[in-house]
Structure formats: C-alpha cells, structure tokens
C-alpha cells in the first residue's frame, strides 16, 4: 500500500459518530454545579514564592551573561533586578497574616493601582519579592493591564504603581517563533506539553557601555510562556531583542 | 456563532456558569468525538472527555484570545488528557465488572445507552483495524493523523491546537503516514 492508498483508507473509513445522551446531560450538570470558587488553581502565594518567583528571578540573573554588542560581554556588576511578569495564577484566598498575604492585599485594595489599571477589576495579584518589608507586587487586571506596585508592609500603603509592559501582538508571535525553535521547547511541544501563556517582563540589569566606559543601567522588555503537560508546568524566557531562549525551567 | 460572538461568550463564560454551558453545547460533541476517535474506547472517551471539561472550566480564566478558536483550545486540552491518560495506563482492557462499576447503575436507561453504543463501535470494524495500528504509533503521530484524516483539520489549525508550527506538523503527519504505511504491510 503506497502513502496515496494509506490516505485514501483514512478518509474513507466509517467513524463513529456516537453519542451518549445521558454523559452528556450529567456532565452538564456535574460542570455547571462545580462551585466557581473552584475554578482558579489552588496555588498559595507562599507556594509560589517557593517554587516559582523567586527560582525564576534567580535564573533570570544566571541567564543576563549575553547582552546586546554594543555592551561589553561580561557584566559588572551581578545586579540584575527583573521585574517578571510571568506567571499567571489565580488570586489566592487572602487570608492570614503572612507578609506575602499582607502584600497582596494591600496591592489589590490600593486606589493607586486600581487607578494605574484605568479602574478595572483586579484578576490575578502575584508577589514578586519582599526584602526590608517592601513587598514588590504585579496586579493584573481582568483587562489584561498590569501594574507593578512597591507596597510597604509597615505603613501599609502602596509607595509606587506602575503600568507593565505590554507586548505587541507581534512581539507575541515573535517570543512564539523564538521559543518553538529551541530545541528544549520543541522537545516539550514533542512530549506533549503546550504553551499556554505568553506574557510581558521587564528586565534590568547593569552592564558597561563600550564607548563611555561607564556603568548604565538597562531596561529591556522580554517575554516569558509558560508550558503545561499534565501537573508539570515550565517556564521559558525569551530575549526579544537577541532573538533567543534564555532559559527553560521546571 | 460567528468569531466575534464566540470571544464575547468565552468572556462571559469567565464569570457566569450558564455562559459555559453554552459553550459545553456548541463544543461537547466534537470534543468526544475526537477523544472517542483517539481512544476508540466508549468509556475512556466519557471520563478524558470529562476531565477535558473540567480543565476548562477551571482554567477558563487563563484563556486569553489570540485569535486562536476557543474549540482549538479545548481540542488541546483533550490531547493533554489523552496524552496522560496513555502516559499513566496500559491500554485500556476492561473486564466486564469494570465496565458496569463505571456506569451509574441506578439509571437504566445510561446503561442501555452505553451498551448500544459499544455495540456500535464493534461493528465499525475497519475503523478499529485502523486505530489499532495508528495506537502502536508515538503519541505525536496518532494525534496529527487522527486530527488531520478523521477530524478533517487543516495544518494550520492543528498547529494552534498542538502548539506547534505548521511545518512542524507537516513533518510530523508525513514520518507518521509513513510509519503507519509499514504497520499496515
């Protein structure tokens, strides 16, 4: 049998086309009874400084060793400061006092954020850090704006919100074609995994100006996906603007 | 329902239960089916057809609209249960005591139901032939050629469900057709 022959008996062949009357009434009824509440993934903001923000920042600054010719390869400086934009996950229950819970309410409640959301309804509130009772925060709002906010825990006030960055649609499909080129990415596509989110960051580090000589500061916007196969979930980051994969990890 | 009032029932789904049920209605059928067509197993295809359901109910939030059709998105959520559902058991072989614990016993007429409708995929006898051979293929193989000849998808939508490129799954439905040519010599 030649390939021609193979796709004809494919094509051909009589497929079921059955249905279950009763699953379908009872899955109905089992989903539109599902509490709501249920809906969001049950991760803590404290599982998730665990597992995810803090690793990620970590990585963020082993992978800021390649920046753009006209800067010098080697940086001077380890300071990396990234503010990531990267996860999404749904706005945890805020109850208890930890510092992460404190932050996030505080964030979500502020006028100064809702203000900066162009006054839509918060979606998801993400900690980022805390270190000397400032708490760095990314609000998310049910319109896709974000907002990263400073929030000091011992006055309990917002000190800064400021608007996220934003990726073109064109960015997105850039970081897309980025990503499924690598070779790590393509081998999760390969197992089964799929990309479920392409989101914006910002990413600041210090790097030498060749010319000057001198220290800056750069500030770049990158992308970050995440990948989903079953409970295992992958973040990747995406350096627009060198064209590659930065890291990929679990 | 034409693009745009899809995205505005996604939206309202988001936050109202009846919305999604709309959106279970237009979508129910080609998801089982599909599974069904994967598994050629009645109950595999009722409990990943389920599972299915109730990712996207739970992570309906995280849907974000990028011109990808939403039915591409339950689509690859069926192929991630699937996938799991191959990754974490042996092909499925159920003695007839399992068969029936699974079925609500206290509704006779889902029994009859589900007795009819296994007796109506064992008469699709050259379908099964098929399945068998495309189920010793890799998992990345059967879903391409089950998504290209029996859903009749084009190569670019089974890029959007699969997230892979075009050229990719290209790539992937030809190693695979050839595969399958030699299991069916």
């Known amino acids: ?53 803090r690793g990620g920042i970590e990585r963020m600054r082993e992978g800021l060793v390649s920046p753009r010719p006209v800067w010098k390869t080697a940086l001077v400086t380890t300071l990396a400061v990234a503010l990531a934009f990267g996860l999404a996950i749904g706005l945890p229950p805020l109850i208890g006092q930890s510092p ?9 409640n502020s006028p100064d954020v809702i203000a ?24 998310e709002g049910k319109m896709g704006g974000i907002v990263n906010a400073l929030v000091d825990l011992y006055t309990k006030a917002v000190t800064q919100a400021v608007v996220g960055p934003q990726l073109t649609d064109e960015e997105e499909e850039q970081a897309l074609n980025i990503a499924t080129a690598d070779p790590r990415v393509q081998e999760l596509l390969d197992r089964g995994a799929v990309i479920d989110l392409v989101l914006p960051m910002y990413v600041t580090f210090s790097g030498v100006n060749q010319e000057t000589g001198e220290i800056e500061e750069i500030t770049e916007t990158w992308a970050q996906m995440w990948m989903n196969l079953g409970n295992r979930q992958w973040g990747v980051q995406v350096d627009l603007i060198r064209g590659k994969v930065v890291s990929v990890t679990d | ?38 598994t050629a197993s009645i109950e595999v295809a009722e409990d990943v057809t389920s599972e299915a359901f109730f990712k996207a109910l739970k992570n309906l939030r995280q849907f974000r609209w990028r011109g990808v059709p939403f039915s591409s998105w339950l689509y690859r959520i ?108």
């Open chain 2, 1 to 38: 329902m034409n693009v745009e009032q899809e995205r505005e029932l996604v939206e309202r789904a988001k936050n109202n239960t009846e919305a999604f049920g709309e959106l279970y209605d237009q979508y129910y059928s080609q998801i089982f089916g599909y599974v069904l067509k994967r």
């Open chain 1, 100 to 108: 992460e819970l404190r932050a996030a309410e505080i964030a979500q």
């Open chain 1, 1 to 53: 049998m030649n390939k021609e022959e193979l796709i004809e008996k494919l094509k051909s062949a009589e497929l079921p086309k059955i249905e279950l009357q009763s699953h379908r009434r009872q899955l109905r009824i089992a989903l539109l009874n599902a509490d709501y509440s249920e809906r969001q993934p049950e991760v803590t903001i404290s599982d998730l400084m665990k597992s995810k923000v």
């Open chain 2, 78 to 185: 069926a192929s991630n249960e699937i996938a799991n559902y191959f990754t974490k058991s042996k092909p499925w072989q159920s003695s007839p005591e399992e068969v029936s614990n699974s079925m609500n016993l206290s509704d006779p007429s889902a029994e009859t139901e589900f007795l009819q409708a296994e007796a109506e995929l064992r008469r699709l006898e050259e379908f099964l032939t098929v399945h068998e051979n495309i189920s010793k293929l890799k998992l990345k193989y059967q879903e391409v050629i089950v998504l290209r000849y029996f859903e009749d998808k084009q190569l670019k939508e089974i890029g959007e469900i699969l997230g892979k490129r075009e050229g990719t799954v290209k790539s992937l439905l030809h190693r695979g057709l050839e595969k399958l040519r030699k299991l069916t010599e």
């Open chain 1, 116 to 139: 900066a959301l162009g006054g839509d309804e918060v979606e998801t509130v993400r900690i980022l850090n805390i270190e000397d009772n400032m708490a760095t925060v990314v609000v």
